[in-house]
């Protein structure tokens, strides 16, 4: 166990959580939890953060917007705008497989499979993260501690335990790596490992590798159209822990210094409509033109989907030790520009097609 937390020599590490701080909450997250009382208060506090979770909770649109509609509130809740950044991603992804490279090498089957995928991991992400966000709102504005009610949301012991440090601490950092954690486990446990829902992760794996609009997450910033985009690319997908490295890479690169001011201000002027135009109109078109490449709207090329939620069980019961070792640091990337590397890609696109 000496090497449990030994970080890799090759990469920027700065420190979050000392070891003794991290054993300390795996102990009381593995504690028997206290049963809990609900009082009429607490009962109609659950019923209006429900209503708010479903009525955010329709697509990729709506959830990407009450992500920004929160930070904007509370800019303290990191997480909350690296959320909405990636959750546009997500809807850009939505819409590729409807572009013209994409649709040309699927079948409506499989476009129609890749799609439920990602609107499921959108929305499992949003479901079990939104209410969490709503209850410390309800705090912030109340006085009145309402994080029992977590528990009534399905919402991991783990998590429970971040937030009841978080009210002392105030650690922003340290909240966001722990969500990070939190979601991607969420997705692995309920959709990645279910035999019904993961659509054949090895075929997605092959199929997708080496498309590059699939592997790469980008956050325009920049004070002058076209916009510069920092990013990274995605490897590895189907693995909890790579997921969650990119999730904390990603953080440290949409809150630097030189992106995020204006990565925000792109996301108070730019509604997000899932068409890539939203970015680089001189390059995309949410129409067909000659000179373009197609990226339409979400709403144009995929309709609302209602489905059950799956069945819930807390990731975190049966998880040794290790799990909690993303939160002694956070990673910092050398290189994040992604723009000369689009560009590239776009202008090899733009001239097949015109060929």
Excluded at 167 to 180: Q, R, W, Y
Excluded at 240 to 266: C, E, M, N
């Amino acid at each position: 166990m000496s090497n449990l937390f030994k970080p890799g020599q090759r990469e920027n590490r700065s420190p979050l959580l000392d070891v003794q701080a991290v054993y300390r909450l795996y102990a009381e997250m593995k504690q028997e939890p206290v049963p809990d009382v609900y009082f009429p208060e607490d009962k109609a506090l659950f019923k209006k953060i429900f209503i708010k979770v479903k009525k955010g909770n329709v697509n990729n649109l709506t959830r990407t917007s009450a992500y920004l509609d929160l930070f904007k509130k509370h800019p303290e809740l990191h997480w909350s705008f690296l959320a909405h950044m990636v959750s546009r991603n997500a809807g850009y992804h939505m819409t590729d497989i409807k572009n013209e490279l994409l649709s040309h090498v699927m079948s409506e089957n499989e476009q129609q499979s890749l799609f439920e995928f990602l609107e499921r991991c959108n929305a499992a992400i949003f479901n079990d993260a939104y209410p969490q966000l709503l209850l410390y709102e309800n705090w912030k504005l109340t006085g009145r501690h309402p994080f029992h009610l977590l528990k009534k949301f399905n919402v991991s012991v783990f998590m429970r335990r971040i937030w009841a440090d978080y009210l002392k601490t105030g650690d922003d950092p340290v909240l966001t790596t722990a969500l990070i954690m939190n979601e991607q486990h969420l997705i692995q446990n309920e959709i990645l490992s279910s035999p019904t829902l993961n659509m054949g992760i090895e075929k997605w794996k092959f199929f997708l590798q080496d498309r590059m609009e699939f592997t790469s997450i980008l956050f325009p910033y920049g004070k002058h159209t076209p916009y510069s985009l920092a990013g990274l690319s995605v490897s590895h997908f189907e693995k909890v822990d790579r997921r969650i490295q990119l999730g904390k890479k990603l953080y440290r690169v949409l809150f630097h210094p030189i992106v995020f001011p204006t990565a925000y201000s792109f996301s108070l002027h730019h509604p997000h409509t899932g068409s890539r135009e939203d970015y680089w109109p001189h390059i995309y078109s949410r129409v067909k033109k000659r000179k373009h490449l197609f990226s339409p709207e979400l709403g144009a090329v995929w309709e609302t989907i209602t489905y059950a939620d799956p069945p819930s069980t807390d990731w975190f019961r049966e998880q040794p030790i290790e799990v909690m070792s993303p939160l002694l640091t956070l990673m910092v990337p050398l290189h994040f520009s992604m723009t000369r590397k689009w560009k590239a890609r776009t202008t090899i696109l733009l001239k097949l097609k015109r060929d």
